[in-house]
């Protein structure tokens, strides 16, 4: 669903030489993966995620989505911010239904899609109330529900969760898991948090320091704990570890 192929991207410097943030780059993301992607700070995680949005372009190197190159932003990709991006003279269902506006759907089929997506994300009770009215928790699923509303193939996620508290965080994972596997859209994730990375990933891709480069992707196989969490299993940390190692210089060569 998502090819990235040998992509290095420049940014022009005031004085010196150019700046590479990331370095031939190539990785694929099947239909209805869920991916994520860690690294140290500085490295072009975030760079990554706006060439694959179509926010910015490649200095060189092929995007593509669903075989198609990428030329700029499109309503086959979904994006999810740390910032929660919403418009605060809009409820939570209009902000949900701002995405179907413009991809010209009637306004009652409108309405029922809102609807259906608040219930996705348990805010009903919440429809007509505006963001400021809401937790920063409930901010970020009203985001999740307008990417997913107007049926993208492809969520991008960049650091959605890193502002809220710990509890709240682990709650919209189990929330995110959840609407994933209901609604088999292709996800790829950006965190800081190894933990994250693993609780949520398919697969893990490790990032260098700048200028990034994919170091490894780590699949991640771990049993099914019933109602237990996963987090406390011995492959749970093994992962963690494994990741952290693939990290440790990394994180000591960015500083």
């Known amino acids: ?19 590479t943030a990331l370095e031939n780059i190539s990785l694929d993301i ?3 993966e869920f ?3 860690v690294g140290p700070s500085g490295c072009g995680k975030s760079t990554l995620l706006d060439l694959i949005a179509g926010l910015t372009e490649p200095t060189s190197g092929e995007l593509t989505i669903g075989g198609h190159p990428i030329t700029g932003p499109g309503l086959d990709r979904g994006v999810v911010f740390q910032q929660y991006a919403l418009f605060p003279w809009r ?9 179907l506006e413009v991809k010209g759907v009637p306004r009652r089929l409108r309405a029922e899609r809102a609807r259906e997506m608040l219930a996705l994300v348990g805010l009903t009770a919440f429809a007509h109330s505006y963001p400021h009215e809401l ?8 985001a999740i529900a ?15 969760y890193a502002a809220l508290d710990a509890q709240t965080r682990e709650s919209l994972q189990e929330d995110l898991l959840a609407i994933w596997k209901r609604t088999g859209t292709t996800v790829l994730f950006i965190t800081h948090s190894i933990e994250e990375a693993v609780y949520l990933g398919q697969r893990v891709a490790v990032m260098t320091a700048r200028p990034g480069r994919i170091k490894r992707v780590v699949d991640i196989d771990l049993p099914d704990s019933g109602a237990g969490d996963p987090r406390s299993e011995p492959e749970f940390v093994r992962y963690r570890r494994d990741i952290w190692e693939l990290l440790h210089d990394e994180v000591r060569a960015g500083v």
Do not use: W
């Open 135 to 142: 937790s920063g928790g409930m901010r970020q699923r009203v």
């Open 30 to 32: 099947a239909a209805g």
């Open 1 to 19: 669903m998502i090819g990235v192929r040998n992509i290095t991207k420049t940014f022009p410097a005031r004085s010196g030489p150019e700046l």
């Open 146 to 160: 307008r990417s997913l509303a107007y049926e993208p193939a492809v969520l991008l996620m960049d650091e959605p």
């Open 35 to 37: 991916v994520t992607l």
């Open 91 to 99: 409820t939570a269902q209009a902000n949900i239904e701002f995405g």
